[in-house]
């Protein structure tokens, strides 16, 4: 048979192969096994693509042991969305707003928005992005990254990257990227510790001038192919590219016959999209599903490990000087409690939206136990997912478990603030029922608001030291309770009050009622403890100040008090009584003014807090004591202040550390049963009085995290905003000139910051960098930089915007001082004068916003001490402030000192009104606005040349083109961070 005749045999044939191809691929379709079904009926392993379920449902299948893989647009990780919070904690991932696009030749020469309809995932961004292609280059390939703003950064082959098609390698398998395809660009959170790791690559092929551009728009140069985290509980894999196609073959990627015929015949073919799914994606199924089959048969064994083995047993008590701890049938050995508390609120969400991320919280026990930390308090129920993790971290670390200070919180506000109201006090008395019940793993709670709730079934009891009962009762109410109710006692089966206040008496209940159920379900008895703090000490403080205004009358923080040792404790009751005491050194003012706790000293010299925590000891010699809270807040603002510098709010994160480490040994040093730490994370839904007017509205405030807030800052783990926005086109600049080149803006949940790029860096510049911040009207504020430019005699006349805000920056920077930058306020929206109004005022003058943080007092015998003040207008060196690395100057400012009343719904504060005083929360009015425009200007020298200049410019005149366009969000991205406390904590709590 000749060649041509053979040729065209076997042209004939291919019709027939692909005919039998066709046929055998929907026959082996079928033969594909079922996926593996795991605990509570879940798929193991669970492949999420398309729509995501709810994310209480994908934590449940996590919490259920089934390994969950995802693709990013599934999860809403793929540029176009930020997943939910706690998706991208399940997930271990810091989300990126950009994903990638790589269009071969002959897609880019259609129009760019035919094509982008080419794959899921695809915006209008797209085609703009391909219409501002160079000349000649719309044949070719490209790499376009798209933000979720619109924002587009366009790749050019040979320039960036050279136009050969992108790879992903995964576990030793490689194949092609064929386009369209969505790539998203997440990365591990170095938050989860250990627990999330990138693997594989998916290599894009770039230049050395691609990846700079990328990482000037900054956009990761790294991409990983998918990123795993696997924790005792949870294990989850982010696949790193868009498998829409995951749903239709993964039933055929189980068929190891199927799989072969289709990644070596049927599917394959140069350029085909499906060729990266069959040759890398489909054996990872494979290999997953063999790996949930082993896990079946491990987990069953386990799970009947786990239920014959008992937990080791421990018993605590108290005496009257100590905690006592026995481990099963060993003697009792002194406990010293090392504690932290843990707030219920993440960042987002308000104190009532529990966590119940199991996950979660075991990387959090973890941190804890490295930190060296015995135990762990929180303030009220929590929901069902803490107690199952509590109990299974713990048993899985003998020796080294974290114990439980349970406490049991009665609600906020008692009806005509008389705690014996019978209807407060028997939903208190029904609290405490759900609490101890909660924590033997006996209860199921019913859903109700601002409380956690459901089928509470791990026991938790073998490792929880002790419940604490009541909460920072407020002196009023302690007055109130006390005339309404006159004569009333209390004798109970263990706690009894037969001489004291009625406020001690309903205490003293609430005790024994917890002893009782303890003791009639589970035969059991553990210490108990009621909770207070310093307003309600027994200690005569005759320095306390009384109100000016009231001609002396009316103490502020002595008015009454609660005497613990009243409480009278039956010697049966095995657990024993203490008292818990909530103490910081900037509160209340007796703390710093009373002049003998001064001469405490201590191995760094004068102490005040210890002085306190002596005397108190003294008047409180019946039961132990435990500090069961003490902090100090790294805010930038600051909302009291002490004279040792122990402030409330304004601690350096480097000082925050060594100054709880003092506050402990102080603690210890007189004979305090331990020390509990406020608090183990910042927590945005908090407030001070400093702030809450000015966040508004005041129910959403969670959304964003205030910087000048100190509530929200006592965390030892930073609940940090996500990274600014990258800075879409309108909000950068290039300006002409010779002082800057290129000006940026960006913003996140914390800070509007401001970039000015300069070329040869900012080294030699001599002089004060001037910034104007129009937030709401142009006529308003002040025209203050044609006025200092005119007197300049150079550069005047061209400005006539008003400023309502001034950022003033000495150049050179310095890092030794205290204050890098000033930015002021124009009179008529100084909010330390109480004037709010942006609109319809003409401003006279600029100046410092300075607000009174402690009031004028005087004392008992009548000794007069001035107000403080506190200067909201300096912006601090740093990577939190103003800094300068390689040619880029970086300055930070916190959304409130702008007036922004909410950066996630872009509103800021406009109220003419005036106001003799500070106004309540939600009493001010705000307007919505869409950018704050800035201009700035450069009096000084840089080397040897004078410099008088305005920016920006455009062809040759001064141009308002410069600004930052509001992004609006709901769900605020965050990621967890330790501060340097955890190193010192750590090396004090590991001794022994």
């Not at 491990?298 to 009257?320: C, H, I, L």
């Not at 508390?341 to 199991?358: H, I, M, V, Y």
């Not at 300075?850 to 601090?876: P, Q």
């Not at 950018?931 to 200007?937: E, F, K, R, V």
Request: with cysteine; charged share 25%; net charge negative.
């Amino acid at each position: 048979m000749k060649f041509r005749e053979r040729l065209q045999y076997f042209l004939g044939l291919i019709p027939l192969v692909m005919i039998a191809s066709l046929l055998l691929t929907y026959a082996l379709s079928g033969l594909a096994p079922s996926p593996l079904t795991g605990e509570n009926g879940f798929p193991d392993p669970f492949v999420l693509s398309g729509v995501m379920p709810s994310s209480e449902t994908v934590l449940r299948i996590a919490g259920s042991g089934s390994r969950i893989i995802a693709t990013g647009a599934s999860i809403g990780a793929d540029g176009d969305r930020q997943p939910l919070p706690e998706i991208a904690a399940l997930f271990g991932i810091t989300a990126s707003p950009w994903s990638a696009r790589y269009l071969r030749a002959e897609e880019t020469e259609t129009d760019g928005e035919a094509a982008s309809q080419g794959f899921a995932g695809a915006r209008p961004g797209l085609a703009e992005a391909l219409s501002r292609r160079p000349e000649g280059a719309a044949g070719l390939p490209c790499l376009v990254f798209l933000n979720n703003d619109g924002a587009a950064v366009t790749l050019e082959p040979v320039r960036d990257f050279d136009g050969k098609t992108p790879l992903v390698s995964l576990y030793g398998t490689t194949a092609s990227l064929y386009g369209p395809f969505a790539l998203n660009t997440p990365a591990p959170d170095r938050g989860t510790g250990d627990t999330a790791r990138g693997i594989g690559r998916i290599e894009l092929n770039l230049t050395d001038e691609g990846r700079d551009r990328l990482a000037a728009a900054g956009i990761p140069t790294t991409v990983y192919a998918a990123i795993e985290r696997v924790t005792p509980r949870t294990s989850t894999l982010l696949l790193n590219a868009d498998l829409a196609e995951a749903a239709r073959f993964q039933n055929v990627a189980l068929d190891p016959v199927n799989e072969w015929y289709r990644s070596k015949f049927a599917l394959y073919f140069p350029g085909s999209r499906e060729e990266a799914y069959w040759r890398v994606y489909a054996p990872l199924f494979r290999a997953e599903t063999a790996a949930a089959k082993e896990k079946m048969g491990v987990r069953a064994q386990s799970a009947q490990n786990e239920a014959t083995a008992p937990a080791v047993a421990y018993r605590f008590k108290v005496d009257s000087v100590r905690m006592w701890r026995q481990t099963g049938d060993g003697p009792w050995e002194p406990f010293t409690i090392k504690g932290v508390n843990l707030g219920s609120a993440l960042p987002g969400k308000a104190f009532t939206e529990f966590s119940r991320d199991e996950a979660l919280y075991w990387h959090w026990f973890s941190l804890m136990r490295d930190m060296r930390l015995n135990a762990i308090r929180i303030y009220t129920l929590f929901p069902p997912e803490f107690y199952r993790s509590l109990a299974a971290f713990n048993r899985s670390n003998p020796g080294r478990e974290l114990f439980l200070l349970q406490e049991i919180w009665p609600d906020e506000a008692a009806p005509g603030r008389n705690l014996l109201d019978t209807a407060y006090s028997e939903a208190f008395y029904r609290e405490i029922e759900y609490a101890v019940s909660a924590v033997h793993g006996a209860a199921t709670v019913p859903e109700r608001p601002g409380r956690a709730f459901g089928v509470y079934d791990a026991d938790a009891s073998p490792w929880t030291a002790a419940f604490l009962v009541g909460r920072e009762i407020e002196s009023d109410e302690v007055l109130d309770t006390d005339a309404l109710n006159t004569g009333h006692v209390y004798s109970g089966r263990w706690f009894s009050l037969p001489k004291g206040s009625p406020t001690e008496a309903w205490l003293a209940e609430a005790c024994d009622r917890v002893a009782s159920l303890e003791a009639d379900r589970w035969g059991q008895a553990r210490p108990i403890s009621v909770v207070s703090w310093p307003p309600l000490d027994p200690l005569p403080h005759w320095v306390e100040w009384r109100d000016p205004l009231l001609d002396g009358r009316a103490p502020a923080n002595d008015k009454t008090e609660v005497v613990i040792d009243h409480i009278e404790v039956s010697p049966d009751f095995a657990g024993g009584f203490f008292s818990s005491w909530h103490i910081y050194p900037n509160y209340p003012d007796f703390m710093i003014a009373t002049p003998w706790y001064s001469k405490y000293r201590d191995e760094e010299g004068e102490f005040r807090y210890g002085g306190y925590l002596k005397e108190l000891r003294a008047f409180s010699p019946r039961y132990p004591l435990l500090l069961a809270e003490f902090g100090l807040s790294t805010s930038w603002g600051t909302a009291h202040i002490a004279p040792d510098g122990l402030d409330h709010g304004g601690i350096p994160e480097e000082t925050q550390g060594p100054a709880l480490v003092r506050m402990a040994k102080a603690a210890l040093r007189e004979g305090y049963m331990g020390a509990v730490i406020f608090e183990w994370a910042d927590e945005w839904a908090k407030q001070t009085w400093t702030t809450a007017p000015l966040m508004i509205p005041f129910s959403g405030h969670q959304a964003w995290h205030n910087a000048l807030d100190p509530e929200q800052y006592y965390g030892i783990i930073a609940m940090d905003a996500g990274p600014p926005w990258p800075t879409p086109e309108g909000e950068t600049v290039e300006t002409e000139g010779t002082f800057a080149s290129r000006l940026g803006t960006a913003g996140n949940e914390e800070f509007l910051t401001v970039t000015l790029t300069r070329e040869g860096g900012w080294q030699s510049a001599r002089g004060t960098l001037t910034i104007g911040f129009d937030v709401r009207d142009p006529e308003s504020g002040i025209p203050a930089l044609s006025r200092v430019a005119a007197e300049s005699g150079q550069i005047g006349g061209e400005i006539r915007r008003g400023f309502e805000f001034l950022l003033e920056i000495p150049l050179p920077l310095d890092a030794s001082r205290e204050t890098a930058g000033t930015l002021l306020a124009a009179d008529t929206c100084n909010v330390g004068k109480n004037r709010f109004a942006m609109t319809g005022a003409k401003a006279s003058a600029y100046g410092e916003v300075r607000i009174t943080v402690n009031r004028e007092t005087v004392d008992s015998l009548g000794r007069r001490s001035g107000a403080k003040e506190t200067d909201r207008s300096r912006i601090a060196a740093g990577n939190r402030g103003i800094s300068v690395e390689g040619d880029t100057l970086t300055a930070r400012v916190p959304w409130t000192m702008l007036n922004v009343a909410d950066p996630s719904r872009a509103l800021v504060i406009d109220d003419p009104r005036l106001f003799g005083g500070w106004p309540a929360p939600d009493t001010l009015q705000t307007a919505e606005i869409e950018a704050i425009t800035l201009q700035g200007m450069f009096i000084g020298s840089v080397g040897n040349d004078e410099i008088r200049e305005l920016f920006p410019r455009k062809g040759g005149s001064l141009a308002e083109t410069w600004r930052y366009a509001f992004r609006k969000w709901t769900e605020p991205r965050w990621r967890a961070r330790k501060k340097p406390a955890v190193e010192s904590l750590t090396a004090f709590f590991e001794k022994p």
